[in-house]
């Protein structure tokens, strides 16, 4: 299960930032030809992130957290393909800095799912 567990989060990890560079990208206007590649990527993604999730419960994780993160997906998917019907106009940068946000947010699903494997969900530091 932990090498499951490692694979699935470096795909999540190598897949969200590949995500975050290329959505950077589309918002300076360049390489709007690979949005499609984007919708792609981020599918693996969020598949990734629910895998993650499976795994991580399997394992003895927090069930909660992998239902949470498996409904986090959800919203990434909704909002990413629906983006282009919402806010359409001046206001778009709102959904577009939105979709970026909850992106991130489930990156840190992701994290967050493997540190309860491994033992703690927020490690405290010694003082």
Do not use: Y
Not at 94 to 123: S, T
């Amino acid at each position: 299960m932990t090498i499951a567990i490692a694979t699935t989060q470096a795909l999540v990890r190598v897949s969200g930032l590949i995500l975050i560079v290329m959505g950077v990208f589309f918002w300076s206007g360049r390489a709007l030809n690979l949005i499609p590649v984007h919708m792609l990527i981020g599918l693996l993604f969020v598949f990734s992130l629910w895998a993650l999730a499976a795994f991580s419960a399997a394992a003895g994780g927090s069930r909660r957290l992998a239902l949470q993160a498996i409904l986090w997906g959800i919203l990434v998917l909704v909002l990413g393909l629906m983006q282009d019907r919402l806010f359409v106009g001046d206001g778009h940068w709102v959904i577009q800095v939105l979709h970026l946000l909850v992106g991130i947010g489930a990156l840190r699903q992701g994290e967050k799912l493997v540190a309860d494997v491994k033992g703690g969900l927020l490690p405290v530091a010694p003082r």
